[in-house]
Structure formats: structure tokens, C-alpha cells
């Protein structure tokens, strides 16, 4: 059996060597040693891209529990012996400790295989990028694994450690980005009126996009970010003739997106007709909102009890998308949020680093939400 220890100095051979969104391939070698040591009943790998499911058990009920193999472009500024070698990417959201977490959960499942029922252990890549989940589901490779239940955590920094976090419905918004693109027509700066510069453009549509924003609302919570602007050249002799506005977007669920999209795209086509612009609109990175079963919900506030750790139940939803919402619309589960100290830094912060010593309460957490499932 592994211990702390172990799974600790595992943790931190992954924080060394991170890797980001689809390009997991080293870090999938190292889950895969690990795995295969603890002789599960089936490793399916090279899913979804660098995915791993490992399955424990035969037939019946199946529980899926899913964790992330990518990291972040982010500089660390941590000087501890574990720091990232690359330049440029680190776990710096954790995804490092809850890959140790399942690799606990996978060597307790291999001596102690479930009497009913099968366990998969999904490593998932790209959640970053909210390509993973969509791509797990789209692998013919997953038609094998259909589970009855589907259940992940997420490390809460800000948090005590002895707390569990969770609801029933949204769990995490629904998120994603726009591109807007708006092209004129360029022209002497000393003569912008022989040509369709799109500045006039750019600011009613952020002016009207933002006004759409719901940011306190209980219900049809929205917020609208901007991201990035880009016009013209480095020329102070040209008038504009191009424009690219990126925003990004969130609300609590899926339908209020949808109506937020659609104003937007509306705003966008409206205002580009007033100043003669053509007009092209792209939507990338979508984090469908991860909404929580009761079921699930109940078997997380049971499992917190059994492992003596204090259950709290969020009056509202986490305000950062996650691409396991892909996972909930298609199958009963339930993500929930585990306490990793008052002191840690924020996720996504150049300073982070997962607090190992919460571990064990991520594999007990699961341990319990299993048997519960599976009976």
C-alpha cells in the first residue's frame, strides 16, 4: 500500500515536470507506471488524447471519479525543491494533487477490488482549456465505460482543511469566450473619413455588452469580462480599418448562457451594421455549467460526516468554469470542493503549490461516495 509519503514525493515529481493542455504525454507515462503497479482489471489509455481510465471490477454499477493531468502557462516563483522545471508551465491549480489522490484511491481499489459493481478512475486531459472532457466523450474507447455515477473534487484554497464544500444543482457556471472580429476599411489618419475605422464600434459594443452584466443576481447571475482588444497598426499615419474584441462570459446555467450569448451576438451584428463593418463572430473554451445531483449531493454529505470533516453547503456556485459540467449534463454526478487551507495561495497564482497533507481526506472522501454508490 502507498503511503503519505509515497504519494506526497509522487505529487511532487509531477509538480516538477508539468506539462500544459494536450500535451500531457510525459505526465500520462507516469500515471500509467503508477497504475498499472496497483493491477486494476483494465487500463484503457490514449483517450480523449493523453486520457487513462482505469477500471476496477467487472459488471454492475459503475462510478466514475475524474481528475486533470494539465497545467497552466504560468511562471513559478516558488523556490522549494519540487518547483517546475519548465519555463513558462505550472500546477498551479492544483491538478498535480488531485492526480495523487486518485493514484491513492487506485492502489486502495487494487487490494480491495469492489464485490459489486466496477470503479473507473479517469485521468482526463485539457481541462484547462475546456477541450478534455468534450474530447473523452467524443472516444469511442469511453462507450466501454458508461457510468451510472460520475464524481470529482477540486482543491478550494481560502478554505480550512477539515471542510467539504458542495450543493445540489450549479456547482460551477457555465463559461466561454468570444472572438469579434470587425473589419473596415484602413485610410490616411489626416482623412478617416474615406475610411471605416471600427474604434466607434469597439466601444459601444463593450458598453452594451457590459450592460448585460448581472454580477450580484441570485438566479440569472452574469458576467461579462473583457479580455483583449486589438486595432489598427503601429502607424500614427493610418487610420484603423481592423478590429478583434475577445470577451469572456459566465452565468450560472446553461440556458441563461445561451440568452446572454444571443444578446451579445445581437449587439455585435446590430453595431457593425451602424458603421458599414463587416462583421465575424467565434466562440471558443466552453465550460457547460457542472450541475450537482441530489443523489450525488447526498452521498458527498454523508461521506464528509463518516470522515469527520465539516460539511458546508454553498449558497451559490464557484464563479471558475470546469469542463466536468460536460460530464453532469450526461450523467448523475456531483464535483465538490475540498479545504486546502486559509493560508494557501489562490488558485492560479504563481505562488501555489497543493497542500499534501490534504490528501487523505481526498481519498477518503471518495472511498466513501463509492461504497455508497455502488450499493
Known sequence: MLNQEELTLFRRELHTFPEV??????????????????????????????????????????????CELDALPIQEINEFDHKSTIDQVSHKCGHDGHMAILVGLADYLGNNLPEEGRVVLLFQPAEENGEGAKSILADPKFESIQPDFVVALHNIPGEPKDKVLCKTGSFTPAVQSIIIHLDGKTSHAAE??????????IAEILQQSLALQKPEAATDFAVVTPIQIEMGEEAYGISAGHGIVRLTIRTWDNVTMKKLADNIELIVKNTAKKYSLSEKIEWTQYFASNQNSE?????????????????????HPFKWGEDFGLFTEEYKGAMFGLGAGTTTPALHNPDYDFPDDITPNGINMFKSIITQLLQ
Open 21 to 66: 493542455s494536450g500535451q500531457e504525454a510525459e505526465t500520462a507515462k507516469r500515471i500509467v507506471k503508477q497504475i498499472r503497479a496497483t493491477n486494476p482489471t483494465q487500463v484503457i489509455d490514449n483517450i480523449g488524447g493523453h486520457g487513462i481510465a482505469a477500471i476496477y471490477g467487472t459488471k454492475g454499477k459503475t462510478v466514475m471519479v475524474r
Open 192 to 201: 478617416p473619413e474615406n475610411g471605416l475605422n471600427p474604434a466607434l464600434a
Open 295 to 315: 443523489e450525488v449531493t447526498e452521498a458527498i454529505r454523508n461521506a464528509a460526516n463518516e470522515n469527520n470533516l465539516k460539511y458546508i453547503e454553498k449558497e
